[in-house]
């Protein structure tokens, strides 16, 4: 008996060779895709537990949000009107008290409305690095989700004592590596390549090296200073620092790239690294209008897979990823001239792609006979799709979470006709508001209807943290006047 046969559907499959049935059927059996083709007559009388009719509909990849962070989930909208530097300033003293434990009820929440929020939207992977991902591991999990987490590592960012920080990151691979039937992964999560000393890199490259079968995940090249922080680590520039300590690799996934030059892209390719764009994060808080944009067409032409993220959705008011392709081709265009990306790339980019960037794209990804079924229907019997031509287009460029009808991931249906089935939505809508409620009242924060108002400037430079990022201003100031020396 088949579990799941969704028949007379348009499914996209996002295989090798980009196959797409007007008419077909997928097959779901013991949580694997057993067949995918066209429909045959008798699909809609077969003996599955459960029969879907798929007239009106395309079926095609779970989505893979492969680079995000979810803790302050139910903050969306607290920093969309800020400017850019008063919002770093109130996110750096937020994640500094997330650090101390401080909001713990608001992450809690903040997970299970990402949870939520993703399911219905049909991202079924995610890729999350956050202060304390616990919760967000067991969350997800018991949604029955897919999802990739570790707990960040810094030592220029915040004041959390290293040795502190590490222990965390290694029971965290103890306890949640492979749990949840292999759905929850655990990786390790260097912060970033400006906010870490190479002591801290090199630690890492020896927690990483116990665990060889967990990805590294990091934010590089995301800011000028990128290099400038390698340089002061002794290293030529970002990639050799990394190359240095053992972690150019192909268990590297570097979100951002943002400031990546040809060279970049070449070695990180030879490495078999792979990349994470996050386009509207940056088209929302570029603080550098003159700085290089993320080379996407170079870095998939030199053969590295390049997953999208929606990155912190809460600073820019959107869960949507399917608008992740569509802003990665608008701002490409922008920058480069039109014609960087056909719609096919995009929409393998949102799964296989993402999936390969992840180290899982012979599991997910596509629809093929023996990977594991995540896959999600939308609906298309809609005015905006007809006529439905050009199927790839109209995912990337005009379909939205809104239209995501069904979501399965293992074989499981975690939405069916628009209806969660795993989690109670009112309650996690409830536990979100009552959160937000709390935070406004312990705080001084004004969070409400008519928009934020954080806590004035001096309530903000008694929060943030002190010994870290006065050490990373320093170390780039000193690297900057070496850079100006002509000795």
Not at 22 to 27: A, D, F, I, M, Q
Not at 147 to 165: K, M, R, Y
Not at 202 to 212: G, I, K, N, Q, W
Not at 371 to 399: G, H, I, M
Request: aromatic share 6%; with cysteine; net charge negative.
């Amino acid at each position: 008996m088949s579990d799941i046969v969704i028949h007379d559907a348009t499914v996209l499959t996002v295989d090798d060779r980009n196959r797409l049935y007007e008419r077909g059927t997928v097959v779901v059996e013991d949580g694997r895709i057993s067949d995918v083709r066209r429909t045959r007559d008798g699909d809609a009388d077969g003996s599955a537990d459960r029969v879907v009719d798929g007239a009106g509909t395309v079926v095609m990849p779970g989505l893979v949000n492969a680079h995000t962070h979810l803790e302050l989930t139910p903050l969306l909208g607290a920093f969309s009107g800020l400017g850019v530097t008063e919002m770093l300033a109130t996110m750096t003293a937020l994640y500094g008290r997330l650090g101390d434990g401080d909001f713990d009820y608001l992450a809690r929440a903040g997970y299970e409305l990402a949870a939520l929020n993703f399911l219905v939207g049909g991202v079924t992977t995610v890729n999350s690095m956050d202060v304390d991902p616990r919760e967000g591991a067991e969350t997800f999990g018991d949604a029955g989700l897919r999802g990739f987490f570790g707990p960040t590592i810094t030592d220029l960012f915040w004041d959390v004592p290293v040795a502190e920080q590490f222990a965390r990151a290694e029971a965290f691979v103890e306890e949640y590596h492979g749990a949840y039937d292999g759905r929850i992964r655990a990786t390790i999560c260097p912060h970033d390549d400006w906010s870490c000393t190479r002591d801290l890199w090199e630690r890492v490259a020896e927690l990483a090296e116990s665990y060889p079968d967990v990805l590294v995940h990091t934010h590089l090249l995301e800011l000028a200073e990128s290099d400038a922080m390698a340089r002061a680590n002794g290293a030529a520039d970002s990639l050799s620092l990394l190359d240095d300590v053992g972690l150019l690799d192909d268990r590297l996934v570097a979100a951002h790239f943002r400031v990546a030059d040809d060279d970049d892209v070449r070695r990180t390719a030879a490495a078999d690294a792979s990349v994470v764009h996050c386009p509207s994060v940056f088209c929302y808080w570029n603080p550098d209008a003159d700085a290089r944009w993320t080379p996407v067409p170079a870095l998939r032409r030199a053969g590295v897979d390049v997953g999208l993220g929606v990155d912190d959705h809460y600073w820019h008011d959107s869960y949507d990823l399917f608008g992740e392709a569509r802003q990665t081709r608008l701002a490409a265009h922008l920058e480069r001239g039109a014609g960087q990306f056909g719609s096919t790339e995009l929409v393998r980019m949102l799964t296989i792609d993402g999936a390969r960037a992840l180290g899982v794209g012979d599991e997910i990804g596509s629809l093929e006979p023996g990977k594991r079924a995540d896959l999600l229907v939308l609906d298309v019997e809609k005015p905006k799709f007809t006529p439905l031509t050009n199927v790839p287009a109209q995912v990337v460029n005009n379909a939205t979470r809104a239209d995501v009808e069904t979501v399965v991931v293992d074989g499981e249906m975690l939405m069916r006709d628009g209806r969660v089935q795993t989690m109670d939505v009112e309650a996690v809508r409830e536990r979100a508001t009552a959160a937000v409620e709390r935070f406004d009242a312990e705080t001084e924060w004004d969070v409400g209807p008519g928009g934020a108002d954080p806590p004035g400037a001096a309530t903000l430079a008694r929060q943030l943290p002190k010994r870290g990022p006065t050490r990373l201003l320093g170390r780039l100031a000193v690297q900057s006047l070496r850079d100006a020396s002509p000795f």
